[in-house]
């Protein structure tokens, strides 16, 4: 049996860490390894820690989520390994979200998910897809001011047509199944496609995917 899935919890109310930790810890193949009450805590216990997945909340005192989120994605003592982090947010359409996202973070969760999609999304953003937060992830972006679009890199003149196909409908949050359906490809050729674009263009999930379009006037 693998080795279980090692969360850490950040969030400065004490209870609502408690009711997530009760969770997380019922499951065989999750388990809470520190928890935090402020950013500034956050970066201690998981440099500590080194935990594969971080929930995060957004708005707490010393430091907030955004800014520690940022000090840890950019810690080189990780190397090409960082810990997956999800912002925990209590507004649907909310603007540090997308901040944190463009900083490098896997996804969002509202604070009042069911408990099912909370343990969905740790298992999926420690696989390494954040397919649970692609669409979300979209409109999110699209309730917000753009700045001007940045240059396309030139990366992007490297994929190839069907490439470009698969990533315009990735960007718009489409699943595997979606496109697969829409193209007339099995779900393989589909997830191949992915595979390639994102080391193309050295992101890191479908969320950089659609950050990426969004960045870039591509989307």
Known sequence: MSAPIRVVLVDDQALFRAGIRMVIDSQPDLVVVGEAGDGAEALRVVRATRPDVVLMDIRMPVMDGLAATAELLQDASFGDSPPRIVMLTTFDLD??????????????????????????????????????????????????????????PASFATLTDREREIFALAARGLS????????????????????????????????????????????
């Not at 896997?106 to 298992?123: C, M, N, T, V, Y």
């Open 176 to 219: 595997n199944a979606e496109i697969a359906a829409r193209e007339f490809l099995s779900e393989a050729t589909v997830k191949t496609h992915i595979s390639r674009i994102l080391t193309k263009l050295a992101l890191r999930d479908r969320v950089q995917l659609v950050v990426f379009a969004f960045e870039h006037g591509l989307a």
């Open 95 to 152: 603007e540090a979200a997308a901040r944190a996202i463009r900083q490098g973070a896997s996804g969002f969760l509202l604070k009042d998910a069911d408990p099912e999609f909370l343990l969905a999304a740790i298992r999926t953003v420690h696989a390494g897809s954040a397919v649970i937060a692609a669409a979300a992830t979209r409109e999110l972006f699209a309730q917000f001011p753009q700045s001007a679009a940045a240059p396309v």
